[in-house]
Protein backbone atom coordinates (compact mmCIF):
# COMPACT_ATOMS: atom_id res chain seq x y z
CA UNK A 1 0.00 0.00 0.00
CA UNK A 2 0.97 3.66 -0.75
CA UNK A 3 2.13 5.94 1.95
CA UNK A 4 4.00 8.69 2.70
CA UNK A 5 6.01 9.16 6.22
CA UNK A 6 7.25 12.78 7.63
CA UNK A 7 9.25 11.99 11.00
CA UNK A 8 9.89 15.14 11.83
CA UNK A 9 6.71 16.74 13.10
CA UNK A 10 7.91 20.13 14.61
CA UNK A 11 11.01 22.05 13.79
CA UNK A 12 12.75 25.26 14.13
CA UNK A 13 15.25 26.92 12.74
CA UNK A 14 16.64 30.44 12.91
CA UNK A 15 15.86 32.73 10.15
CA UNK A 16 18.77 32.92 7.47
CA UNK A 17 19.31 29.20 8.28
CA UNK A 18 19.24 26.41 6.07
CA UNK A 19 15.84 23.95 5.86
CA UNK A 20 15.35 20.21 5.47
CA UNK A 21 12.36 18.93 5.91
CA UNK A 22 12.31 15.45 5.11
CA UNK A 23 9.55 12.54 3.46
CA UNK A 24 9.64 9.07 3.21
CA UNK A 25 7.05 7.26 0.24
CA UNK A 26 6.19 3.80 -0.20
CA UNK A 27 5.18 3.24 -3.77
CA UNK A 28 5.38 0.43 -6.02
CA UNK A 29 5.84 2.36 -9.14
CA UNK A 30 7.53 5.97 -10.35
CA UNK A 31 5.58 8.06 -8.15
CA UNK A 32 4.07 11.29 -8.58
CA UNK A 33 5.42 13.50 -5.39
CA UNK A 34 4.62 16.56 -4.11
CA UNK A 35 5.28 19.10 -1.46
CA UNK A 36 2.54 21.55 -0.18
CA UNK A 37 2.58 24.36 2.55
CA UNK A 38 -0.18 25.09 4.16
CA UNK A 39 -0.72 28.53 6.15
CA UNK A 40 -2.37 29.25 9.43
CA UNK A 41 -6.35 29.07 8.42
CA UNK A 42 -6.00 28.60 4.59
CA UNK A 43 -5.71 25.98 2.00
CA UNK A 44 -2.71 23.71 0.65
CA UNK A 45 -0.60 25.46 -1.93
CA UNK A 46 1.75 23.41 -4.13
CA UNK A 47 5.43 24.05 -3.72
CA UNK A 48 6.73 21.58 -6.38
CA UNK A 49 6.43 18.55 -7.91
CA UNK A 50 8.31 15.81 -9.29
CA UNK A 51 6.94 12.84 -12.38
CA UNK A 52 9.74 12.40 -14.00
CA UNK A 53 13.17 13.49 -15.44
CA UNK A 54 15.66 15.80 -13.39
CA UNK A 55 15.60 14.36 -9.52
CA UNK A 56 16.24 17.89 -8.34
CA UNK A 57 13.25 19.95 -8.63
CA UNK A 58 12.81 23.58 -8.06
CA UNK A 59 9.87 24.84 -7.00
CA UNK A 60 8.17 28.33 -5.66
CA UNK A 61 9.51 30.81 -3.00
CA UNK A 62 13.05 29.55 -3.17
CA UNK A 63 11.94 25.84 -2.65
CA UNK A 64 13.94 22.71 -3.87
CA UNK A 65 13.22 18.80 -3.47
CA UNK A 66 15.39 16.20 -4.91
CA UNK A 67 14.06 12.81 -5.69
CA UNK A 68 16.56 9.82 -4.22
CA UNK A 69 14.83 6.29 -5.48
CA UNK A 70 17.00 4.20 -3.78
CA UNK A 71 16.21 5.96 -0.40
CA UNK A 72 12.21 6.34 -1.13
CA UNK A 73 12.97 10.01 -0.07
CA UNK A 74 11.82 13.40 -1.34
CA UNK A 75 13.32 16.04 0.88
CA UNK A 76 12.59 19.70 0.69
CA UNK A 77 14.95 22.01 1.00
CA UNK A 78 15.62 25.74 1.15
CA UNK A 79 19.25 27.28 1.52
CA UNK A 80 17.61 30.63 3.91
CA UNK A 81 14.49 30.68 5.44
CA UNK A 82 12.46 33.59 5.97
CA UNK A 83 10.03 34.63 9.26
CA UNK A 84 7.02 34.24 6.26
CA UNK A 85 8.14 30.53 5.53
CA UNK A 86 6.32 29.37 8.86
CA UNK A 87 3.68 27.18 8.01
CA UNK A 88 2.71 23.49 8.17
CA UNK A 89 4.56 21.29 5.54
CA UNK A 90 3.03 18.46 3.80
CA UNK A 91 4.54 15.55 1.36
CA UNK A 92 2.66 13.72 -1.05
CA UNK A 93 2.42 10.95 -3.11
CA UNK A 94 -0.14 10.79 -6.53
CA UNK A 95 -1.02 7.14 -7.59
CA UNK A 96 -3.33 5.97 -9.69
CA UNK A 97 -4.13 7.55 -13.19
CA UNK A 98 -3.23 10.81 -13.29
CA UNK A 99 -2.25 10.85 -9.84
CA UNK A 100 -6.04 10.62 -9.26
CA UNK A 101 -5.44 8.74 -5.47
CA UNK A 102 -3.29 11.55 -3.07
CA UNK A 103 -1.77 9.87 -0.46
CA UNK A 104 -0.57 12.68 2.18
CA UNK A 105 2.12 12.92 4.99
CA UNK A 106 1.11 13.72 8.40
CA UNK A 107 2.70 17.06 8.15
CA UNK A 108 6.00 19.13 9.49
CA UNK A 109 5.59 22.29 11.20
CA UNK A 110 7.91 24.79 10.79
CA UNK A 111 8.39 27.30 13.18
CA UNK A 112 11.29 30.07 12.73
CA UNK A 113 13.48 31.61 15.31
CA UNK A 114 13.47 35.49 14.99
CA UNK B 1 -10.85 35.52 -9.66
CA UNK B 2 -10.11 31.82 -10.03
CA UNK B 3 -11.30 29.94 -7.13
CA UNK B 4 -12.56 26.89 -5.30
CA UNK B 5 -15.51 28.02 -3.23
CA UNK B 6 -16.50 26.08 0.29
CA UNK B 7 -19.69 26.44 2.14
CA UNK B 8 -19.91 26.93 5.27
CA UNK B 9 -16.61 27.79 6.88
CA UNK B 10 -17.98 26.74 9.93
CA UNK B 11 -20.83 24.37 11.02
CA UNK B 12 -21.64 22.60 14.26
CA UNK B 13 -24.23 20.05 14.36
CA UNK B 14 -25.82 17.16 16.15
CA UNK B 15 -25.73 13.57 15.71
CA UNK B 16 -27.53 12.40 12.74
CA UNK B 17 -28.69 15.44 11.46
CA UNK B 18 -27.88 15.14 7.40
CA UNK B 19 -25.81 18.02 5.95
CA UNK B 20 -24.20 19.41 3.06
CA UNK B 21 -21.10 20.78 2.31
CA UNK B 22 -21.12 22.39 -0.90
CA UNK B 23 -17.77 23.34 -3.00
CA UNK B 24 -17.54 24.89 -6.32
CA UNK B 25 -14.64 26.12 -8.87
CA UNK B 26 -15.20 28.74 -11.60
CA UNK B 27 -11.83 27.18 -13.22
CA UNK B 28 -13.89 24.53 -15.42
CA UNK B 29 -11.72 21.74 -13.77
CA UNK B 30 -12.25 18.61 -14.36
CA UNK B 31 -10.85 16.61 -11.44
CA UNK B 32 -12.50 17.56 -7.54
CA UNK B 33 -12.29 16.05 -4.38
CA UNK B 34 -12.33 16.38 -0.88
CA UNK B 35 -9.84 15.46 1.97
CA UNK B 36 -10.25 15.84 5.79
CA UNK B 37 -7.63 16.96 7.55
CA UNK B 38 -7.04 16.00 11.61
CA UNK B 39 -4.08 16.42 13.74
CA UNK B 40 -1.46 14.08 13.35
CA UNK B 41 -2.81 12.17 10.14
CA UNK B 42 -2.81 15.45 7.78
CA UNK B 43 -5.30 15.00 5.17
CA UNK B 44 -7.02 11.70 3.41
CA UNK B 45 -8.75 11.58 0.97
CA UNK B 46 -12.57 10.95 1.18
CA UNK B 47 -13.75 11.10 -2.32
CA UNK B 48 -12.73 12.33 -5.69
CA UNK B 49 -14.59 13.06 -9.31
CA UNK B 50 -11.90 12.92 -12.42
CA UNK B 51 -14.85 14.54 -14.09
CA UNK B 52 -18.99 14.60 -13.94
CA UNK B 53 -20.98 11.98 -13.39
CA UNK B 54 -17.55 9.63 -12.44
CA UNK B 55 -16.63 9.61 -8.76
CA UNK B 56 -14.20 7.05 -6.51
CA UNK B 57 -13.37 6.60 -3.64
CA UNK B 58 -10.76 7.75 -1.53
CA UNK B 59 -9.04 6.16 1.75
CA UNK B 60 -11.64 7.55 3.83
CA UNK B 61 -14.79 7.20 2.20
CA UNK B 62 -17.09 5.03 5.12
CA UNK B 63 -19.65 7.81 6.15
CA UNK B 64 -19.50 10.31 3.39
CA UNK B 65 -21.54 10.15 -0.19
CA UNK B 66 -20.44 13.06 -2.89
CA UNK B 67 -22.25 13.88 -6.16
CA UNK B 68 -20.82 15.14 -9.24
CA UNK B 69 -23.86 16.00 -11.62
CA UNK B 70 -22.34 19.13 -13.14
CA UNK B 71 -18.48 20.32 -13.86
CA UNK B 72 -18.34 23.11 -10.76
CA UNK B 73 -19.72 21.73 -7.83
CA UNK B 74 -18.91 18.57 -5.91
CA UNK B 75 -21.28 18.58 -2.91
CA UNK B 76 -19.97 16.50 0.19
CA UNK B 77 -22.78 14.69 2.09
CA UNK B 78 -23.35 12.95 5.47
CA UNK B 79 -26.14 11.60 5.81
CA UNK B 80 -25.90 10.82 9.34
CA UNK B 81 -23.35 12.52 11.12
CA UNK B 82 -21.26 11.29 13.77
CA UNK B 83 -18.62 12.42 16.17
CA UNK B 84 -15.90 10.94 14.49
CA UNK B 85 -16.71 13.04 10.91
CA UNK B 86 -15.87 16.04 13.51
CA UNK B 87 -12.58 17.54 11.51
CA UNK B 88 -11.29 20.00 8.87
CA UNK B 89 -12.84 19.60 5.19
CA UNK B 90 -10.96 20.50 2.34
CA UNK B 91 -11.95 20.94 -1.39
CA UNK B 92 -9.89 20.70 -4.31
CA UNK B 93 -9.76 21.10 -7.76
CA UNK B 94 -7.43 20.86 -11.04
CA UNK B 95 -7.68 20.63 -14.76
CA UNK B 96 -7.10 16.56 -14.98
CA UNK B 97 -6.05 15.49 -11.95
CA UNK B 98 -1.58 16.17 -10.84
CA UNK B 99 -0.52 13.72 -12.99
CA UNK B 100 -1.03 15.73 -16.45
CA UNK B 101 0.88 18.40 -14.93
CA UNK B 102 -1.71 20.23 -13.16
CA UNK B 103 -1.88 21.37 -9.61
CA UNK B 104 -4.31 21.26 -7.13
CA UNK B 105 -6.11 24.23 -6.03
CA UNK B 106 -7.54 24.23 -2.16
CA UNK B 107 -10.58 25.87 -0.51
CA UNK B 108 -9.97 27.47 3.05
CA UNK B 109 -12.15 24.41 4.92
CA UNK B 110 -14.47 24.13 6.44
CA UNK B 111 -14.21 23.22 10.23
CA UNK B 112 -17.37 20.96 10.99
CA UNK B 113 -18.01 19.47 14.75
CA UNK B 114 -20.59 16.98 15.31
CA UNK B 115 -21.64 16.58 18.99
Known amino acids: AQSVTQPDIHITVSEGASLELRCNYSYGATPYLFWYVQSPGQGLQLLLKYFSGDTLVQGIKGFEAEFKRSQSSFNLRKPSVHWSDAAEYFC????????????FGSGTRLSIRP | EAQVTQNPRYLITVTGKKLTVTCSQNMNHEYMSWYRQDPGLGLRQIYY???????DKGDVPEGYKVSRKEKRNFPLILESPSPNQTSLYFC??????????????FGNGTRLTVT
Open chain 2, 49 to 55: SMNVEVT
Open chain 2, 92 to 105: ASSLKGQGNNSPLH
Open chain 1, 92 to 103: AVGAGSSASKII
